[in-house]
């Protein structure tokens, strides 16, 4: 615990996330491989034995030290949905497979088939089909159940994801977590399901009952919408943060959500107090075209071009923390 610690608290933290539903386990190996090698510090994956030791093979390949942070979701957290294709509805446009961000769906058979390993619920998919082709699925287990097979597994963070309605429910489950998990967690909210009084009060009532610090608040101000690199992108997350400043609750605070280069300038020039970053959408984007190639790792220019360009991103980062 004293190595996040240290990070947090020298607000240095750069966190990768690499999806909550991601199971791909190649991509994953590439991206911790780059993004360790560019200063990420931390990496987000998702609660598989299988994807956290394929994040410590990525961290001895690169000759780095990381920071393994594990998600588990509560049912209603858009981070646990799947997509599907229902089939009697596709008319096979191609729009879901141009705009989806994981190259998760393709034709096989003549048909439109979306792999569950790769899709991490962005629903992107969903919004744009206007045949209402695309059906949700909740692949969910209860948190702590799913943290079992990984408390032996030296992990340094749970990442919570409870962006839902009901406050007894995250209590309840926030419990839960903790009877089997000692470490640090990561409480990641958005305002789209509770009010800001809500979230407050929830926050006040959790931190209250640890001592101080115990916690990480990751302000997820628009889930799985950094694409874009711009200002309006990451001022949800800001907003979020800014909200947790002005209350003095006694955690950490990561943005995300909408996340990109600009993230850490805008909370910069707004005042607002942050430990860090955590990168997703964006950050996978950046580097999509070089590990996207099945010869990566065999092909120099192509490890040198997606690394310079990691490194840029933390750089960028790490200039406002």
């Not at 539903?21 to 911790?32: C, D, Q």
């Not at 096989?108 to 695309?134: S, V």
């Not at 600009?262 to 590990?291: D, H, Y």
Request: one cysteine or more; proline letters at 2%.
């Amino acid at each position: 615990m004293e190595k996040i610690k240290n990070i947090l608290n020298n607000k240095k933290c750069l966190k990768l996330i690499l999806g909550a539903g991601n199971e791909n386990l190649k991509e994953i190996l590439k991206l911790v491989f780059v993004y360790s090698k560019a200063g990420f510090n931390m990496f987000d994956v998702c609660a598989k034995k299988e994807a956290v030791d394929m994040v410590k093979n990525a961290l001895k390949l690169a000759e780095r030290e990381g920071l393994i942070c594990t998600s588990v979701g509560l049912q209603e957290d858009v981070h646990v949905i799947k997509a599907l294709i229902n089939k009697q509805h596709c008319i096979q446009c191609g729009k879901c497979i141009q705009i989806c961000p994981q190259d998760a769906i393709f034709m096989e058979e003549e048909k439109y088939i979306i792999d569950e390993r790769k899709c991490i619920g962005c629903l992107k998919c969903k919004d744009i089909c206007q045949t209402q082709a695309i059906i949700t699925e909740h692949k969910y287990k209860q948190p702590y159940t799913m943290l079992l097979p990984l408390i032996s597994e030296d992990i340094d963070c749970v990442e919570f994801h409870c962006s839902v309605d009901n406050t007894e429910n995250i209590i309840d489950n926030l419990n839960k977590i903790k009877s089997v998990y000692k470490g640090i967690i990561s409480i990641c909210l958005d305002r789209s399901k509770l009010g800001d009084d809500t979230i407050i009060k929830l926050l006040k009532e959790i931190t209250s009952k640890e001592a101080p610090f115990s916690f990480i608040i990751q302000t997820d101000g628009k889930p799985m919408s950094g694409g874009i690199d711009d200002y309006n992108s990451t001022l949800q997350t800001v907003a979020f943060a800014q909200l947790i400043n002005s209350y003095n609750i006694p955690s950490y605070i990561l943005l995300s959500g909408g996340t990109n280069s600009k993230s850490t300038k805008l909370a910069k020039e707004c005042n607002v107090n942050i430990n860090g970053a955590a990168i997703g959408s964006f950050a996978r984007q950046l580097v999509r075209e070089e590990i996207s190639r099945n010869d990566f790792f065999n092909n120099e220019t192509l490890i040198n071009s997606a690394v310079s360009k990691a490194k840029k991103l933390a750089s960028d980062l790490l200039l406002y923390l």
